[in-house]
């Protein structure tokens, strides 16, 4: 096995495994909020706070990638949240819980940038549309897996023990990844990297490509994270069905989100490979994925579980497509050894929108009002985002380029 195919087997691995913690709560919100009383604006504040906990992170994570390698980079981050997701076992309050899910948010920081960075590092431009939709599909299999395998964990073993199988399995990665030793990424991969002068966070924060990345995220991650911790609920309080009913259309939820980081890295490879400009292909698949997406507050209408499943289904398969090319873009536009910073910061600026989406999401739905206004913006968010990122990433930068 070539070794850029072994390092994306790992980061796949890694993405799915994460993919758990992420999505464990949501599914099993009911018999956690059973067990120690909460309601749903406590289940919408502690997903909100796990996403400010990997807001306080994110730059240090990135900043620790560019500085440390993949290496120890990844074996630190995924020690560290593992770590955390053991201690579950030993929480007996809501203060306790809160305090484990931020830890948990601030080590998962490391997960986008370094998975990022892996495809920037070993990859070949021509290569990259693809091996970020793999990595991109990657959270999508844990989220298949997830729906399937949590209930009946948990009926089994109970949800505390269904944190510390997840957490040795994260750490059993780590040992792999050790053993495996990595080698350095290829010469002819990091040359733009080699040849680059090195910048500080002042130059990038001057970029107006790293502002179109950061809004674009902003515009872009709302709906995902919005379905990542309420799509369960919205299937139960909409239908009326129970944690382990829910798991079927979930999974097919996901498994379309995961056609669409395939289909839009196979799509742009095929154009570029075909002559088309790089920026211009990444437009054309922006712009077609995007609109997709609009078709979002539909869900709300359909009266059936399956028609809706398929509408959020088609919104989650737009965003992974739309997602896979703005990674692209970033691995286009900036050397490999500032992409995990600058993902970092896209990744910051997007967590924080979406925390407060979640917070909100909590309040709104416990004072008795409905998903349609973040259905709406949700869905309408990519198109416009597709033109932040023509005005503020594509459009070429005068003079010399910038890095």
């Given at each position: ?18 993919g ?48 440390v ?42 997960q ?32 298949i ?56 966070w ?6 107006r ?53 395939l ?68 691995v ?10 600058v ?18 999401t ?6 008795g ?35």
């Open positions: 096995m070539q070794w850029r195919w072994g390092i994306l087997a790992f980061a796949v691995a890694s993405v799915i495994i994460n758990f913690d992420r999505q464990m709560v949501a599914m099993l919100k009911p018999d956690i909020l059973a067990d120690f009383g909460w309601d749903d604006a406590d289940y919408g504040r502690l997903a909100s706070l796990f996403q400010l906990g990997s807001v306080g992170t994110l730059l240090f994570a990135g900043w620790f990638l560019d500085r390698g993949l290496k120890w980079g990844y074996a630190i981050g995924n020690g560290a949240w593992s770590l955390v997701t053991l201690l579950h076992v030993a929480v007996t309050s809501f203060g306790g819980f809160l305090a484990l899910r931020v830890a948990l948010g601030a080590s998962e920081s490391i986008t940038p370094a998975a990022v960075k892996s495809v920037a590092s070993y990859f070949p431009q021509r290569e990259t549309s693809l091996a970020l939709g793999i990595v991109n599909a990657a959270p999508n299999v844990g989220a897996v997830v729906p399937l395998a949590i209930p009946a964990m948990a009926l089994a073993v109970g949800w505390r023990m269904s944190f510390i199988l997840v957490g040795v399995v994260g750490l059993l990665w780590v040992l792999a990844w050790l053993v495996a030793r990595p080698p350095q990424p290829p010469e002819t991969v990091r040359i733009r990297a080699l040849e680059a002068p090195d910048t500080g002042g130059d990038l924060l001057k970029d490509r790293v502002h179109g990345f950061m809004l674009a995220k902003v515009l872009t991650d709302q709906m995902w994270w919005l379905m990542m911790f309420w799509l369960p609920d919205f299937f139960m309080r909409t239908f009326g069905l129970t944690s382990a009913e829910v798991a079927r259309p979930t999974a097919f939820v996901y498994v379309l989100a995961m056609a669409g980081a289909t839009s890295g196979w799509l742009a490879g095929r154009m570029i490979a075909g002559g088309v400009p790089v920026a211009q292909a990444r437009m054309r698949v922006l712009l077609g994925y995007g609109a997709v997406a609009l078709i979002a507050p539909l869900a709300l209408l359909a009266d059936d579980l399956w028609l809706a499943a398929l509408i959020i289904g088609t919104v989650l398969f737009a965003h992974q497509g739309f997602s896979t090319n703005l990674f692209a873009c970033a286009d536009v900036f050397p490999a050894r500032r992409v995990a910073s993902v970092s910061m896209g990744a910051l600026a997007g967590n924080l929108w979406g925390a407060a989406v979640l917070e909100i909590g309040q709104l739905l416990a004072g009002g409905s998903y349609l206004s973040l259905f709406v913006a949700g869905g309408s968010g990519y198109l416009v985002a597709a033109g932040v990122i023509r005005l503020l990433i594509l459009k070429p930068v005068p003079g010399p380029a910038p890095t």
